[in-house]
């Protein structure tokens, strides 16, 4: 069988979380998420499940979480605004 890999979109909402508690018990790979601008709950989510891209709608969030990132070392590409998500 395949490794089967998702995006999820709006990861930091309820349905979001959700769909994450799956894939983690599912053995799932997560290569995006995006969220609006929780950035904390952003950050863990990706610090967990490693993605190849994140994205933020709010701007200032994206920054934000890409200098935290950037200080753990953490390589995720972080998009911004609507183009990114």
Same mark, same amino acid.
């Given at each position: 069988?395949?490794?089967? %890999?998702?995006?999820?979109?709006?990861?930091?909402?309820?349905?979001?979380? *959700?769909?994450?508690?799956?894939?983690?018990?599912?053995?799932?790979?997560?290569?995006?998420?995006?969220?609006? /601008?929780?950035?904390? %709950?952003?950050?863990a989510q990706v610090l967990e499940f490693r993605p190849r891209f994140c994205a933020m709608q709010d701007e200032q969030a994206? =920054?934000? =979480?890409? %200098?935290? =990132? %950037?200080? /753990? *070392?953490?390589? #995720?590409?972080?998009? #911004?605004?609507?183009?990114?998500?």
């Open positions: 069988m395949s490794a089967r %890999k998702i995006s999820i979109l709006g990861s930091t909402g309820s349905i979001g979380v *959700q769909t994450l508690d799956v894939a983690r018990k599912m053995g799932i790979s997560v290569v995006a998420l995006s969220a609006n /601008q929780n950035i904390d %709950k952003m950050e994206a =920054l934000e =979480l890409s %200098k935290r =990132l %950037k200080a /753990q *070392q953490v390589a #995720c590409d972080v998009l #911004c605004g609507e183009e990114g998500v």
